[in-house]
Structure formats: C-alpha cells, structure tokens
C-alpha cells in the first residue's frame, strides 16, 4: 500500500462495526480521504472477501479507480461484513488486523 496507512484501515474497520452510531463519522473520514487511499481501501476489502489474491493488490487498486461509480462511504457502507473484509483483506498482505485496530484505540 502506497497511499493509504494500515491505521487508516483500523479506524474505517473499528467505524464499521459501530456503523449505526458512527455512519455519519465513517461518511466523513472515507470522503477526506485521496482517491488513491479510497481505491486501495477498496483493493483491501477485495481481497478479503476473495475478489483477488493478495499478490494482485496492484491490480484490485487499478480496478477500484476504473469502477467507482459512487462515493466510495456509500459503496463501503453498503457492503455486508465490512469490517470482516477489511480485516480478512489485512491479514491477507500480511499485517495483523488486531494489532493495528489496538494501536488506534
């Protein structure tokens, strides 16, 4: 990941579990972010839920910027298992989840 830090991750996982008191905080952490931190948020989330293989991270950011289509909060916020993902996705390029989600807290 170039563009987007492994905390940034914990903090959208740790927002997603919360999603019916901290929506609007996910909304607006997600939208400050650069379009390439969103595209490599999305890859993460992939790959956790086995869209792509970790190996093709490059190439799940690449495909995040073709296709976003919608703000990416909306498309997060409606996936199913979001943190599960992301935390999947994490684990998957070899960082542990739950050291960076301790880390924000």
């Not at 927002?15 to 379009?35: G, H, I, K, N, P």
């Not at 991270?57 to 289509?69: G, K, R, W, Y």
């Amino acid at each position: 990941m170039d563009n987007l830090s492994t905390g940034k991750i914990a903090q959208v996982i740790l927002m997603s579990r919360e999603l019916d008191r901290a929506e609007a905080e996910l909304r607006a952490f997600v939208d400050q972010m650069t379009e390439d931190e969103q595209s490599e948020l999305v890859a993460v989330m992939w790959i956790g839920r086995g869209s792509f293989e970790a190996e093709e991270f490059a190439e799940a950011v690449q495909t995040a910027m073709a296709e976003a289509t919608t703000p990416c909060a909306d498309y997060l916020i409606g996936t199913p298992h979001l943190s599960d993902h992301l935390e999947n996705g994490l684990e998957a390029l070899g960082i542990s989840a739950t050291d960076e989600e301790d880390a924000v807290m």
